[in-house]
């Protein structure tokens, strides 16, 4: 049965001025009208392939006054929502290409989604990467079951290879774009949110240059409910989607290059058909800062126990940062799509995070060297019931008096309340040689 509506039409209208782009070693070449049957269509063919992710309530809901609901979708198999696209992606391709393989170059979560179904359709697949790429994401790649190679010491020079390589051997070279294929695939997350959460009122994805993931969720939630709210969220270091759109065009700017910590929502933006949708189905676009990025994965960790990645927890951070005033006293979801990150970066995360949010903090003061004045200084913090996380001792270069010692401790508090009050103890007992606590 052919289902007809005016969000149709809108998305018709949205893709119609889309010239059809040069012939490429790619799947660009499949871009069509991204019909809401076309999303259903890839919801069917991947439902045993992937994770239909819960959808859940969340105990942050009060904190920020409305019904918060959190699409978990980092509880896909290899840690990302880029395996709905991709699944949809290689099994449309022809028998013949799926017995040549297909061979990537990147070690992102587009390239481990397709190591990983790649392997389990029985498709050939091949990963290039530079030689600067992290040991865990190779070790990752292969356990998938991909032949990882390293080879050059770019980006640049690990996607020329795998091109060479595919034209010599017959693979398809796989890059992530946005063919209407790909985007019915990553649009069944609407499908499934818009089942999980009866009257929704507005949902929150993250965006930034691969907005494949807003533009097709975007598609089926506006037709299935053209009144819900479509927002997508990116960071203030990388407004990517904001300039492509202002442009009418996707833009081209090299400042904007990945980042390690934001991964693919610093990258260029990479097509006209999300860029066209997004701008014809999704309401706002909002940037939000690093910091609230950060207390945002640091929130996720504390009430969800929900390990997310930067991409993973921009849509929460909109919230964090105070970005959606309209949406106090509604239903939203947000989708946490991702949740690669490697294991040193999570420990910087946490840190600065808690710093960021008031609950570590370090101050400096200067005490005589005498007995029984550092056991004074640990009353205070007891007394102030402050956890002592490290203590540090200065005596060479002290410029004071002598026989004095400088003290720097770090701390660990409540909240921003609680260090005023631990600032205001310090003060009482040295008034002039406490530094102010930070």
Do not use: W
Request: hydrophobic residues 40%; contains cysteine.
């Amino acid at each position: 049965m052919k289902i007809v509506s005016r969000n149709e039409e809108l998305l018709r209208e949205a893709l119609s001025s889309i010239p059809q782009p040069s012939s490429r070693a790619s799947l660009a070449s499949c871009n069509k009208l991204i019909r809401f049957e076309d999303i259903s269509a890839a919801a069917f063919k991947i439902q045993c392939g992937v994770q239909k992710t819960p959808c859940m309530y969340s105990r942050l809901s009060k904190q920020y006054g409305m019904e918060v609901y959190l699409k978990k979708e980092f509880l896909q198999y290899t840690g990302s929502v880029k395996e709905r696209g991709v699944l949809y992606l290689l099994m449309s391709l022809p028998q013949e290409q799926q017995r040549k393989g297909v061979i990537v170059a990147s070690d992102s979560n587009f390239s481990m989604a397709v190591a990983h179904h790649a392997a389990e359709l029985g498709v050939p697949v091949f990963v290039i990467v530079p030689s600067t790429t992290a040991p865990a994401r190779v070790r990752t790649c292969r356990d998938y079951g991909a032949m990882v190679l390293s080879y050059g010491a770019t980006a640049k020079d690990a996607q020329l290879h795998a091109r060479r390589l595919a034209q010599e051997n017959g693979y398809l070279y796989l890059e992530e774009e946005d063919s209407a294929v790909y985007l019915s695939g990553l649009g069944t997350v609407g499908l499934e949110m818009y089942e999980q959460v009866p009257k929704l009122d507005a949902v929150i994805f993250p965006a930034g240059g691969h907005c494949g993931l807003l533009a097709g969720s975007a598609a089926a939630l506006k037709h299935l409910n053209p009144h819900i709210s479509v927002i997508g969220v990116e960071s203030e270091s990388f407004p990517v989607l904001q300039q492509s759109l202002k442009a009418g065009h996707p833009t081209d700017d090299q400042a904007c290059n990945n980042h390690h910590f934001y991964g693919d929502v610093s990258g260029v933006c990479f097509g006209s058909n999300s860029l066209q949708l997004t701008g014809k189905l999704v309401d706002k676009v909002v940037a939000v800062r690093e910091e609230d990025i950060l207390i945002a994965m640091l929130r996720l960790l504390e009430y969800e126990r929900a390990t997310v990645d930067a991409e993973g927890a921009i849509g929460l951070a909109a919230l964090v940062a105070g970005k959606l005033p309209e949406l106090r006293g509604k239903r939203v979801a947000v989708v946490l799509c991702s949740g690669n990150l490697e294991l040193h970066l999570l420990q910087q995360c946490i840190a600065r995070a808690l710093t960021l949010d008031n609950r570590v903090c370090r101050f400096s003061l200067v005490i005589s060297d005498c007995p029984g004045d550092m056991s004074k200084l640990l009353e205070i913090l007891a007394r102030e019931e402050v956890r002592v996380l490290d203590i540090k001792q200065e005596r060479t270069f002290v410029t004071s008096e002598l026989f004095t010692v400088q003290v720097i401790c770090t701390v660990e508090t409540r909240d921003k309340i609680h260090t005023a009050q631990l600032r205001n103890a310090l003060l009482e007992r040295y008034p002039t040689t406490a530094n102010k606590v930070r």
